[in-house]
């Protein structure tokens, strides 16, 4: 073996131990464990042996048959297993209902009728055997990138349900990390696919996108603390409910262009006190009255200072809700790091 076969191994191994090692760690390390951090490391122990079939295959010699078709069984299971995650980070109180087994039958035929694939066979080169083979794979890849496409669509319901206006910090993080967790997937599943049409890329190529892939994503978990949460971020209580209507009533009615809008005008209109309305808008959006309301109008300025060259900063300023040219120019540049009159002649540029 060459030492570039060497360093390859090594490259496309490292993400396969780490993968494992996470697995632990989400299954016996971790304090707080839940349904989706098993379902994670399950997804992640799969994944594993799925990449360390790929590194036998691509540096081992006469691998057995049954170990080929084992690795392209655990692909069955993936898919199903992503899709479970994602409803468990996206769901309050999630259990996993029994039905939801029968989307591992596919997994289970594949992997009980590869125990019997034998080396002859296999080998022999014959029509049926090719046939057989390429409908396994073309089945495996095409039911994998169902489930990313069905994980997606799951994402991307949920970020209606909770536009990005109204999400907690925890609903934003959770989201984030699962759109980072399919393009990863959505990776994986291109680098091996392409392999199979004419060996577009080297074989090795997927393990390596794997360990790439994996390390990122650990990464992103661990600063994210996305372990430490689930789906009962999505837990609708009072506040949440207040917290959409008030966002509701200022962006249809565009109450943040009043200049003279305050913290007990916007209590009336959710029936509260101006002490749990400033409680619901800091627990929410993360920001006090002032810097809630302003980031309102600082998206409307941006559109008037890109949508007419001829209105001055001044009037812009005025037609935006603000009182003063210096508290427009001065919230401008804490959401958006530069002054309005820089900001349009570099965008108008």
């Known amino acids: 073996m060459s030492f570039l076969d060497i360093l390859l191994v090594i490259i ?14 989400l299954c016996f390390v971790k304090k707080k464990r839940t349904i989706t951090s098993y379902l994670l490391a399950f997804i992640l122990v799969f994944m594993g042996l799925r990449i360390g079939k790929s590194v036998m295959l691509n540096f081992g010699n006469d691998l057995e048959p049954l170990f080929i078709f084992v690795g392209l069984s655990f692909m069955l299971a993936i898919g199903p297993l992503l899709k479970w995650y994602v409803v468990g980070m996206t769901k309050v109180n999630f259990r996993l209902p029994r ?23 296999f080998e022999s080169n014959d029509k049926e055997v090719i046939i057989v083979f390429a409908g396994f794979l073309i089945f495996i890849y095409l039911h994998f990138v169902f489930y990313i496409f069905l994980a997606g669509r799951i994402v991307k319901k949920i970020k209606k349900i909770y536009p990005k206006s109204s999400q907690t910090k925890s609903q934003s993080t959770v989201l984030s990390w699962l759109q980072l967790l399919i393009i990863g997937f959505i990776l994986i599943w291109i680098s091996y696919f392409l392999n199979i049409i004419d060996n577009a890329v080297p074989y090795i190529t997927g393990p390596m996108m794997y360990s790439v892939v994996i390390y990122f994503l650990s990464f992103k978990a661990f600063q994210l603390k996305i372990t430490e949460i689930d789906g009962n971020v999505f837990k609708k209580n009072e506040n949440t409910e207040l917290f959409h209507q008030l966002v509701q009533r200022i962006v249809g009615d565009k ?64 037609d935006a809700g603000f009182n003063s040219l210096s508290s427009f120019n001065s919230a401008f540049k804490k959401f958006e790091g530069t002054t309005p009159s820089l900001y349009r002649n570099n965008t108008l540029k």
């Open 99 to 121: 039905y939801y087994f029968l989307e591992l039958v596919p997994f289970c035929i594949l992997f009980l009728m590869s125990l019997f694939v034998t080396k002859n066979w």
């Open 255 to 318: 109450l943040y262009l009043d200049a003279n809008v305050s913290l007990s005008s916007l209590s009336k209109l959710i029936h509260k006190s101006t002490q749990k309305t400033s409680e619901i808008i800091n627990q929410n959006a993360k920001q006090n009255f002032n810097d809630f309301i302003n980031h309102f109008r600082i998206k409307e300025a941006k559109k008037m200072l890109l949508g007419n060259k001829n209105h001055t900063i001044s009037a812009i300023a005025f």
């Open 12 to 25: 496309s191994s490292a993400g396969l131990l780490h993968g494992l090692a996470f697995a632990i760690y």
